[in-house]
């Protein structure tokens, strides 16, 4: 399955004279939604292979990895657990949308504590969880690892070598690892981090086979899930201006960044840039709550 790449019309592209496609991603599958697709698809392919009947993941409250794994699980004919980050959770998670459509998909959750989930990759603590569980194919937290950056590979086609940059936002590093290695020789990636510092740098060198790439980490707006005034009006006026909606999480910190980088000039005349759309707009409704009881500005669905 492929996405479509849309061209992307503002004065401030006009004005730089630099081309900015964005490769949509969000549109591949109306609930499994961009890089979640193409991380899921290997990883179920193995699940299956191993005779698996139950998918076991984590995540946070709005998490897409969560909404996106419950409704893949479904379709592929696996069970499916969540251990969701915020034992407070449990007595209210009927009102998050997120959890509630994952629910609805026939995710079945644990609430753990924060301390808890920092546990989340030791074998002594997937031990407890097939204790309590059974047997079941574990996809790690964001679904990254080996399969995830082989489905991620496939974003770049040969359609897109035209492209002298090629833009991702970045969350556990499996989304750019993948674009990184499949990236033609001419072409340089930029990763925008949407975690505070420049841990996530360490992660990329272990999973890529080259070094024609960045992390930039000047703008997460405070760090993962956080925002502000600036990035949702951005956001806003983004879609009024070309119809396009960004998630606050990843692709709208992203796109703020490469405006912020366009309007210093890093890019010369006449470059062609690709961005990747990775979806994450399910997400908004539950954002749009928090952002309500901040009194800030909600962001048009």
């Known amino acids: 399955m492929q996405s479509i790449n849309q061209l992307v019309e503002h004065p401030l592209l006009t004005e730089k004279q630099v081309t900015l496609v964005l490769k949509r991603e ?64 449990e007595n209210s998670w009927q009102t998050n949308t997120t959890l509630k459509k994952a629910y609805d998909d026939g995710m079945r959750f644990k609430f753990i504590s924060r301390s808890d989930y920092r546990k989340k990759e030791s074998l002594e603590f997937i031990e407890t969880l097939r204790n309590e569980f059974g047997e079941f194919y574990l996809v790690p937290e964001g679904g990254t690892n080996s399969l995830a950056i082989k489905g991620c590979e496939e974003i770049i086609t040969e359609d897109d070598v035209e492209f002298d940059v090629i833009c991702s936002s970045v969350g556990t590093g499996g989304t750019v690892s993948g674009l990184i290695n499949a990236s033609f020789p001419h072409q340089n990636v930029f990763g925008f981090s949407a975690l505070k510092g420049d841990f996530l740098k360490i992660e990329i060198e272990k999973m890529v086979h080259n070094n024609r790439w960045q992390l930039l980490t000047d703008y997460h707006f405070g760090g993962y899930a956080k925002t502000s005034e600036e990035l949702i009006v951005f956001i806003n006026e983004f879609k009024e201006q070309t119809g396009i909606p960004l998630d606050p999480i990843y692709t709208g910190k992203m796109i703020f960044g490469l405006f912020d980088m366009l309007k210093r000039d890093t890019f010369a005349p006449r470059t062609k840039i690709l961005a990747i759309h990775t979806g994450g707009l399910q997400g908004i409704a539950g954002m749009n709550s928090v952002l309500k009881k901040k009194n800030l500005p909600l962001l048009h669905i």
């Open 26 to 89: 969000d549109l591949l599958h109306p609930f499994i939604s961009g890089n979640k697709y193409r991380k899921l698809k290997y990883n179920l392919l193995a699940a299956e292979a191993e005779n698996q009947n139950t998918v076991l993941t984590f995540g946070g409250a709005y998490s897409n990895h969560i909404a996106a794994t419950a409704y893949a699980a479904k379709e592929k004919g696996f069970c499916s657990i969540g251990v969701i980050r915020g034992e407070e959770l």
